[in-house]
């Protein structure tokens, strides 16, 4: 049963504290994604890899750190340093993220909600 | 920075009725484009993917294209109850070093009332 999953569910983070989302996919997918999304607004993107061992920073990726030592993991470690955390957080893959049409589509897990204590 | 927009809704249907959600683009080179539906509470699904102007079908689904207006839409005929969710248009742009990422609207809420 092919997907992508995530864990936990549900999060809850006490101030000061570093915490790492989940995400693992079975769809033999090179690239990954990590996006943040608040109430009323699109998906930000977070982090890219588009192998394993290497990643790209999104367009909101200060207070965030990732790694790819797997080609089917891609963690996601919210630090302190992320001033404000708590958002719903969606980790996504695709074929590759070069150009080639259906490549390009973007499968997503079913997310995190993180909340700050 | 590109950009994608979407009318924020609600947008209200009466069941049966077709429902017609719009997207403007701001990246002109934009190559791939997407639709996405997200039920509350839970995260994206793909449900339709258009390369190339004009339209393409599937089911009670209509994606159109228009690139040169860059504008692309989804009809939902036959709207239920069920298409009651938040609909998310998501346009590709390079990022660089042969790599493309996704750039989303904030969604259009869509309510068919039964």
């Known amino acids: 049963d092919g997907g992508i999953t995530q864990s936990p569910k549900y999060l809850f983070r006490k101030e000061g504290q570093n915490v790492t989302l989940s995400c693992e996919q079975n769809?033999?997918?090179?690239?990954m994604y990590w996006y943040r999304q608040d109430p009323g607004q699109g998906l930000r993107l977070i982090y890219y890899?588009?192998?394993?061992?290497?990643?790209q920073k999104g367009d909101i990726a200060e207070g965030y750190s990732v790694s790819r030592e797997k080609k089917e993991s891609f963690p996601l470690t919210v630090t302190s340093a992320q001033k404000n955390p708590t958002a719903f957080y969606l980790c996504?893959?695709?074929?590759?993220?070069?150009?080639?049409?259906?490549?390009?589509?973007?499968?997503f897990g079913p997310g995190t909600r993180l909340t700050v204590l | 920075q590109k950009e994608v927009e979407q009318n924020s809704g609600p947008l209200s249907v009466p069941e049966g009725a077709i429902a017609s959600l719009n997207c403007t683009y701001s990246?002109?080179?934009?190559?791939?484009f997407f639709w996405y539906r997200q039920y509350s509470g839970k995260s994206p699904e793909l449900i339709m993917s258009?390369?190339?102007?004009g339209d393409k079908e599937d089911g009670r689904f209509t994606a159109q294209l228009n690139k040169a207006s860059q504008y692309v839409s989804l009809l939902i005929r036959d709207s239920q109850p069920s298409d009651s969710a938040t609909y998310l248009c998501?346009?590709?742009?390079?990022?660089?070093?042969?790599?493309?990422?996704?750039?989303f609207g904030k969604g259009t809420k869509l309510s068919v009332i039964p």
């Open positions: 990246d002109r080179v934009s190559q791939s």
């Open positions: 998501a346009v590709t742009r390079y990022s660089g070093a042969g790599s493309y990422q996704l750039t």
């Open positions: 769809l033999n997918h090179d690239a």
């Open positions: 890899s588009q192998i394993v061992n290497d990643f």
């Open positions: 996504a893959s695709s074929r590759t993220s070069g150009r080639g049409s259906s490549y390009n589509e973007q499968f």
């Open positions: 258009i390369y190339s102007n």
